[in-house]
T-cell receptor, first 117, second 108 residues
Framework: SQTIHQWPATLVQPVGSPLSLECTVEGTSNPNLYWYRQAAGRGLQLLFYSVGIGQISSEVPQNLSASRPQDRQFILSSKKLLLSDSGFYLC????????????????FGAGSRLTVL | QKEVEQNSGPLSVPEGAIASLNCTYSDRGSQSFFWYRQYSGKSPELIMFIYSNGDKEDGRFTAQLNKASQYVSLLIRDSQPSDSATYLCAVNDYKLSFGAGTTVTVRA
């Protein structure tokens, strides 16, 4: 069965510090990978998605970046955090399918809660 | 206009009642629609998806889709306290766009 791991679970960082969140998926190959952010009381905002190694699409301009160095590894980074970067960060994966049935069913990791002070 | 809009809630229903959640979307080309449940402090988990007009039932949950009206809903029958959570509607074009969610509280 497929599992998705995300870490760290919580972190508190000062403004201007760097960030690295990591996500790995097990039990599947060639997944689509996603980073979402959920601000307090808000919906999910898609930040990045990737359909393969080194292929990153950015949805929202910001001071965050993403990388996919391996097929099942997805990393979210920042060189200098802002207060507005606080939130609940969720990594997710989906299988790639040519058909519509079940298309883009996302499975989420447990999330990383970031507080920037 | 937001891509996906949900009734803002919160929605409070007595135990055993039907909870009705609504969602509208702006992109007529959207083809698949999802309902996720998110408990407080946890990540979302899939309840069900639907891509054909009409109803789809899974246990106590029924999703209803009307593409002409660009409307998708979720009914929770025989609501239980364990159904208390935020319900997220998601719509697929080339990516999943999520609504802000509706928080449901089931009163014992």
């Amino acid at each position: 069965s497929q599992t998705i791991h995300q870490w760290p679970a919580t972190l508190v960082q000062p403004v201007g510090s760097p960030l690295s969140l990591e996500c790995t998926v097990e039990g599947t190959s060639n997944p689509n990978l996603y980073w979402y952010r959920q601000a307090a009381g808000r919906g999910l905002q898609l930040l990045f998605y990737s359909v393969g190694i080194g292929q990153i699409s950015s949805e929202v301009p910001q001071n965050l970046s993403a990388s996919r160095p391996q097929d099942r590894q997805f990393i979210l980074s920042s060189k200098k955090l802002l207060l507005s970067d606080s939130g609940f960060y969720l990594c997710a994966w989906s299988i790639r399918t040519s058909g519509i049935s079940g298309a883009n069913v996302l499975t989420f990791g447990a999330g990383s809660r970031l507080t920037v002070l | 206009q937001k891509e996906v809009e949900q009734n803002s809630g919160p929605l409070s229903v007595p135990e055993g009642a039907i909870a009705s959640l609504n969602c509208t979307y702006s992109d007529r080309g959207s083809q698949s629609f999802f309902w996720y449940r998110q408990y407080s402090g946890k990540s979302p988990e899939l309840i069900m998806f639907i891509y054909s007009n009409g109803d789809k039932e899974d246990g106590r949950f029924t999703a209803q889709l009307n593409k002409a009206s660009q409307y998708v809903s979720l009914l929770i029958r025989d609501s239980q306290p364990s159904d208390s959570a935020t319900y997220l509607c998601a719509v697929n074009d080339y990516k999943l766009s999520f609504g802000a969610g509706t928080t449901v509280t089931v009163r014992a």
